[in-house]
């Protein structure tokens, strides 16, 4: 899922992708009464279930995003999520195969990656272990 307003994205490896395993996914990221915006799937039909409200695109009738108040934007859409769905399948194709093991590893590091909007001088400092102290003047 991505956060619509936060951008933020929350991946999970599931055994299955039935609805009842999509509601737990959902019922786990988002708080109600959040919208979640959907393809034609059926499984998404039971959202209603955990507080939350479903707009839909229909890919079959050749429906891509849709403009519901008329002011040219066009609210309905899964087109973040499949473009996420797209850079997870890129970086995991640089591994050559990944073992189902190990999957929700690579998926943490990628959903880590591209929940970084910035890279500030204190998240390089993060990263490398470098204590702050040590980089000021004496």
């Not at 933020?8 to 786990?28: F, I, Y």
């Not at 519901?68 to 797209?86: F, I, S």
């Not at 959903?111 to 980089?135: C, D, H, S």
């Amino acid at each position: 899922m991505v956060g619509r307003e936060s951008g933020a994205a929350r991946l999970s490896v599931e055994r299955h992708s039935d609805g009842a395993t999509l509601n737990r996914v959902a019922r786990e990221a988002t708080s109600p009464p959040a919208r979640v915006n959907t393809d034609e799937w059926g499984g998404y039909n039971r959202l209603a279930e955990i507080g939350c409200s479903r707009a839909s695109v229909c890919h079959a009738a050749g429906e891509w995003a849709r403009d519901d108040d008329g002011d040219g934007g066009r609210e309905v859409h899964v087109n973040t999520q499949e473009g996420l769905w797209t850079g997870l399948r890129n970086f995991l194709r640089t591994f050559r195969g990944v073992s189902k093991k190990y999957l929700y590893q690579y998926v943490i590091v990628f959903e880590w990656g591209y929940n970084i909007k910035r890279v500030t001088p204190e998240f390089i400092r993060a990263v490398l272990g470098v204590p702050i102290t040590t980089l000021r003047p004496p």
